[in-house]
């Protein structure tokens, strides 16, 4: 009893080591868990690929795993960049031309009261915004800087786990603390987790995009391209989502004087734009897996806070593993205890029918 007494001292002492060194790392390389997460994504996504090109057509590891890396780069991270690119001018020249946006801002309020008798800004308010918009530019700045450094170490650590892609999948099939199944489930669910959230998420808020740029052309709205590119970002945030552009636009028109314009814009944001979020959905949930409204809400809310703005994918992946992992846990050491009283339940039974006279 003494001997398993000190083996199991031995082993939470263990733990507690592992679990120190653990959270000590996870502070030091903090700053690099976004591109980490990204070339965890990325690998699920191509390892298939990698796979093939290197086990059924006999290429080369690292050409093969440099061929994948371009192609997600020109897919992938090139439409991305360029659309970044664009909505970066946009901002930095709002910035640089700020009194000329406060002014604008305050003629269309003005119109805005004059009539629906609506004051959006005050002064103080106005104010406040000039004050926001002057110091928006280094936040944006660096915010740029951060995502290109995640992307470098993303390809940084990508590289190395296509390369050695069995060697590390058959290294955490051994040594993850789990029965084989529950390791299974765990690489069934990261892999739906990954799809589902890295290819769901911005899929339809791609389409949402596309869906109001085609009322943005049909309704007059100007630099529609611009408007269609903050839409599909707009479209990937919780709860507003692209209301957070054609509603802002609609009154605008409103105030304008383009009544019809600013009714159609309204009507149309609400009546297709909103409802081609629920339909395509549950069209593409039949295809890449569904993610649950809940997950994908607070998901984004904890992932933005995290991560920036690539937390709207990585947020809702990590409230996935959290819940597999639950299932896992539960299905790990709960489960089995039960089993025990099942199966001791069923000794019970069969030694009392036994012992009954006349059997």
Known sequence: MSYLDNERLKQIIF?????????????????????????????????????????????????????????SFLIILLPISMLVNM??????????????????????????????????????????????????????????????????????????MLVNAREMEEALYEYIPLKDENVELLGKEMKNMVISNAIGIPLIALIQGVVSLIGYLIFGVPEAVFWFVVTSFTAMLPIIGAAAVYVPMGIYMLSAGETWQGIAV????????????????????????????????FGVIIGVSLFGFIGLIFG????????????IYSNEYLVKKREVKIVKTHHSKEKKMKQQPGE
Not at 43 to 70: C, D, G, P, T
Not at 90 to 113: P, W
Not at 140 to 146: D, E, K, S
């Open 266 to 297: 309204l009507a149309y944001g609400f009546g297709v734009v909103g409802t081609s979020d629920n339909l395509f959905r549950m069209m593409l949930a039949r295809k890449i897996g569904d993610v649950h409204p809940l997950i994908t809400i």
């Open 316 to 327: 809702p992946l990590l409230i996935s593993l959290f819940i597999v992992l639950i299932r």
């Open 15 to 71: 733990l507690l080591i592992l679990a120190f060194l653990g959270i000590l790392l996870f502070k030091e390389l903090y700053a690099f868990f976004p591109g980490f997460l990204g070339a965890v994504t990325l690998y699920v996504l191509s390892r298939r690929a990698m796979f093939r090109l290197v086990e059924v057509r006999k290429w080369r590891k690292n050409w093969a795993a440099a061929l994948i890396m371009v192609l």
């Open 87 to 160: 909505l970066t001018a946009k901002v930095t020249y709002a910035i640089t031309h700020s009194s000329e946006l406060i002014k604008g801002i305050e003629a269309m309020n003005a119109r805005l009261q004059e009539s629906m008798g609506i004051d959006l800004m005050s002064d103080a308010r106005l104010q406040k915004l000039q004050e926001y918009i002057t110091n928006v530019l280094p936040g944006f700045v660096g915010a740029t800087f951060n995502t290109l450094t995640a992307v470098a170490i993303m390809y940084f650590i990508l590289y190395f």
